[in-house]
Every structure is written in structure tokens, then in C-alpha cells.
């Protein structure tokens, strides 16, 4: 049973280029799901048509059977982490993550626990009195994953997360996102540029190419068994026969 569900989704930017085509995507809950493809394919934006941030020409976005296409952002309280969605900037840390706990007007102790359980977790507990700007990226990153995390959302969007961190602290927060993730059973779209992370993260991976996904499936299948050929090159293969008369 479909969770998330994207149906006949078009989106054209300043009423020109169309970016996205009738794009369709089913989402279970708790799953996770990644959004991979080429630069300019339309994976922010799916994300932001899913967020509340741009409507939609036409089609339908709908969690459980509700229809959300036209309710804005503020209502729809999804946990998000783009690369544009800033920190607040008068904000230390502590009160950035506890932010949304407090719209949500849960009581001073209850907050106080989640906040330092989601600054323990993101690696940020010794952080908790600095400000955004007294701090590097790849730690913004975290505070504004554990921003997104702390409210326990019932939908997790997040946009090449973990982009501004190391080698090593990307594979630690990747599998922290994940396990928090499952313990919270939070259904998740994820968009990466990295394919390892896609591929190790995911219960399954949407192929987008030019605004309609070209292939939906298992980390395993799309790697094993690609649709098409676009799907094939684009995740590293590189030799093709092409099967024709002279074959026969
Ligand atoms: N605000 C905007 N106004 C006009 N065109 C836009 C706008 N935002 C994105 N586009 C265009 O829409 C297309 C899809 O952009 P989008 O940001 O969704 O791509 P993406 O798959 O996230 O790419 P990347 O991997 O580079 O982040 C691109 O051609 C982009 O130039
Ligand atoms: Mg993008």
C-alpha cells in the first residue's frame, strides 16, 4: 500500500521549460528513497513539490490518502534539510533544533531531553551554546539534520545532506540517518549526487532522467538489472552490444 504518492506531477518554472513530466512515484511507509540522476533532472524539485514549496501545474500529492497538493509548507510538518534551507542565524544551536519542538509548544523538560538526545546523536552535544556562524559546514549540516529529526516527522526530505562533510563523517551520519530513521519508522526521500551512499542507504532508488523516472526499484535490481539503456550508462556501465540484422 502506497504511502506517498506523486501522481501525474508536471511543473514548469516561470511558465517555460517543463522540468517535471508527469512524474509518478509511490512511496511505502517507513521506506526509504532515493532520488538519483544527472544534474538538472528535477530531483530538488520533486522535493520542493513534496514540501509545499512550488505547486504544481497539475497532479496530485498525497500522504495516506490525503490529498496535500495545495496545503502549505507550515502545514504539512515534514522534516526538511536542503542545502538552501537555512539555520536560523540569531539562533544558537540548542534553541535552532528546539525550535520547532517549541511551535509544537511541547512542555520545557520534554524538550530538553529530545533536543539533547538529537544533539548526542548528530555529534553535536558540545555544541549546543554556538552560534551557525561560529561553525563549519559540515557541522550545520548536522544541526539542521537534527533540526529536521528532532520533531520525529511522518516524512523525512532531504537534499544531498550530507555533501559538506568528510569521508568518514558522511559514512558515520549516513548510517546514523538511517538507523534513526528505522527506529522512527519515517518514510524518507533522499536526493544524493553519491552513488555508494544511494545504493547502501536505500530500500529503493528512483532513476530520473529529464523529469520522469525511468526506472523504480531495489538498490539490487537497478544495479543488476537496469530498464534502460540510460539507466545502464548512467550508474557506470559502459559497453553496449547493439543487437541487430548483421547479429541474426
Ligand atoms: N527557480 C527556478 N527557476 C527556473 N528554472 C529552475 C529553477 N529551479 C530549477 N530550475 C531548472 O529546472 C531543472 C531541474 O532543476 P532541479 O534543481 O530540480 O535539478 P536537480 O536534479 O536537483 O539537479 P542537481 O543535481 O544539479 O541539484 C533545471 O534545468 C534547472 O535549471
Ligand atoms: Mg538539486
Do not use: W
Amino acid at each position: 500500500m502506497a504511502y506517498m504518492t506523486l501522481k501525474d506531477i508536471d511543473v514548469r518554472y516561470d511558465k517555460k521549460k517543463q522540468v517535471l513530466k508527469g512524474l509518478n512515484l509511490e512511496v511505502k511507509e517507513g521506506e526509504l528513497v532515493s532520488l538519483l540522476g544527472p544534474s538538472g533532472c528535477g530531483k530538488t524539485t520533486t522535493l520542493r513539490v513534496v514540501a509545499g514549496f512550488i505547486e504544481p501545474e497539475c497532479g496530485v500529492f498525497s500522504i495516506d490518502g490525503e490529498d496535500l497538493t495545495k496545503v502549505p509548507v507550515h502545514k504539512r510538518n515534514f522534516g526538511i534539510v536542503f542545502q538552501s534551507y537555512a539555520l536560523f542565524p540569531h539562533l544558537n544551536v540548542y534553541d535552532n533544533v528546539a525550535f520547532g519542538l517549541k511551535m509544537r509548544k511541547l512542555d520545557k523538560e520534554q524538550i530538553d531531553r529530545k533536543v539533547r538526545n538529537i544533539l548526542e546523536v548528530c555529534g553535536l552535544a558540545e555544541f549546543d551554546h554556538r552560534f551557525p556562524q561560529q561553525m563549519s559546514g559540515g557541522q550545520r549540516q548536522r544541526v539542521a539534520l537534527a533540526r529536521a529529526l528532532v520533531i520525529e516527522p511522518k516524512l523525512l526530505l532531504l537534499d544531498e545532506p550530507l555533501s559538506n562533510l568528510d569521508a568518514k563523517l558522511r559514512i558515520n551520519m549516513r548510517m546514523e540517518i538511517k538507523r534513526i530513521q528505522k527506529k522512527l519508522g519515517i518514510t524518507t526521500l533522499f536526493v544524493t549526487h553519491d552513488q555508494e551512499e544511494c545504493f547502501s542507504i536505500s530500500d529503493k532508488v528512483a532513476v530520473m532522467n529529464q523529469g520522469v523516472i525511468e526506472q523504480f526499484d531495489t538498490p539490487e535490481n537497478i544495479y543488476q538489472r537496469p530498464d534502460t539503456e540510460f539507466v545502464a550508462r548512467f550508474i557506470g556501465f559502459e559497453n553496449f552490444l547493439t543487437l541487430n540484422k548483421a547479429c541474426k
